[in-house]
């Protein structure tokens, strides 16, 4: 039977936690030191490894091997199963209610079977109120021996009488080059080809989550094909850097028809309208940042933070239904129309048709001039403002 890759490699131990090295520092010594305290508070974002931690401290409280976890005695490999008496694991998502924490506290009342009685909370944002309540005494005068680990994503929602109780301890974000590190490995492991740039491009389409990032690495495994980034865009969807800069010049160009022609194209392959959208949001954000970029031609920095208000202010429409008529739309709004008045000085120069010419030519010395010309769509009427946004979309149309 097949095994996930997200369990199969799985952290056994503390140093084989990624990214989280601080955490990992404090919780060793705790455990060398015999300072384990009753409450702790694991919180960060999903998939950086919350609930791995919890089981290992688990293991290595419980483990009476000189090294701890060992993961060969009975204790810590009953823990590895999931069926050791002793740790007690609700995942208060589906467990909220004040009955199943009442359950949790009345077995916490009978000595451990090994060393350690510890009860691991996952998702304890979503407790109930009165099952929260009903938490407080047992967290503020523990039994001996007995420590609760409550992980969550959303610290906000934990109460804070029960913080106050807790040691807390911050799961960051895993680097993109720490998460593809540790995908390649995998990929070693299993014996199929990985290589570090695409292992990033996996890493980033999952934002820094190291369980996602594993499962994306099994799905791509699965396909029984070379991995490669074009296959991880296929199947995540992903509107990559290059096409929302071309989707920004064109929509900077007055030149809209090309852009509903890109989308529609996305959308009929399966793309979401809501990750077309944060994929512009995104590459405006890094351009604004960058102070020489050919998009500077089109946008200024204030133009490109209006697109990003704009965009972020409409996104929930791409979220439900005619999501892709919205997308279209939101883009519609942003597109220029007419001449930006930055142009203007360009085409007051221009007495004739000729000097128009001339201008382009100038600009694009190795391109077919007169049947640009020849072919170009006007803009409200106009050849001159078509002109101009032509002959700049054809310098930088192609350089990102």
Request: aromatic content about 8%; glycine content about 4%.
């Amino acid at each position: 039977m097949h095994e996930p890759f997200h369990l199969k490699y799985r952290p056994r131990n503390l140093s084989e936690v990624i990214g989280q090295e601080t955490t990992v520092t404090t919780l060793q010594n705790a455990v060398n030191q015999k300072r384990i305290a009753p409450v702790y508070l694991f919180t960060g974002a999903k998939g950086t490894g919350k609930t791995s931690t919890a089981r290992i401290l688990a293991k290595m409280i419980n483990c009476s091997a000189e090294k701890v976890p060992c993961n060969k005695c009975n204790s810590c490999i009953s823990i590895n199963n999931g069926n050791n008496l002793d740790v007690i694991e609700i995942d208060a998502a589906s467990n909220s209610g004040v009955d199943a924490m009442r359950e949790v506290i009345e077995r916490t009342q009978f000595a451990p079977i090994g060393l350690w009685k510890v009860i691991i909370i996952d998702e304890c944002h979503s407790l109930s109120h009165q099952a929260w309540q009903s938490l407080l005494k047992t967290t503020e005068s523990p039994l001996k021996n007995v420590t609760f680990i409550f992980c969550t994503t959303e610290e906000s929602k934990v109460l804070s009488t029960i913080k106050s109780r807790a040691q807390t301890f911050e799961f960051k974000l895993i680097s993109e080059d720490k998460i593809a590190s540790a995908l390649v490995s995998i990929a070693n492991e299993e014996q199929f080809d990985l290589d570090i740039n695409t292992a990033k491009a996996i890493a980033t389409a999952k934002s820094g989550h190291m369980r996602d990032s594993q499962t994306l690495l099994d799905q791509l495994y699965t396909l029984g094909k070379p991995i490669t980034k074009d296959v991880i865009e296929e199947v995540c969807g992903i509107v990559n850097e290059s096409t929302a800069y071309k989707i920004l010049v064109y929509l900077g160009t007055a030149n809209y028809q090309i852009v509903k022609i890109i989308v529609s194209s996305f959308i009929a392959r399966g793309k979401s309208p809501h990750k077309i959208l944060t994929a512009i949001v995104e590459t405006c954000i890094k351009y604004i940042t960058q102070a020489e970029h050919p998009i500077k031609q089109v946008w200024n920095n204030k133009e490109l933070q209006q697109i990003v208000t704009t965009l972020t202010n409409k996104e929930h429409l791409t979220k439900g239904e005619f999501s892709d008529i919205w997308v279209q739309a939101i883009l519609m709004e942003i597109a220029r129309v007419e001449l930006n008045e930055r142009f203007l000085p360009i085409c007051s120069l221009w007495k004739s048709e000729n000097d128009a010419l001339a201008w382009g030519k100038e600009q694009l010395p190795n391109h077919d001039i007169d049947a640009a010309w020849q072919n170009l769509e006007r803009i409200n009427g106009k050849k001159a403002p078509a002109w101009i946004y032509y002959i700049i979309r054809e310098q930088i149309i192609n350089l990102v």
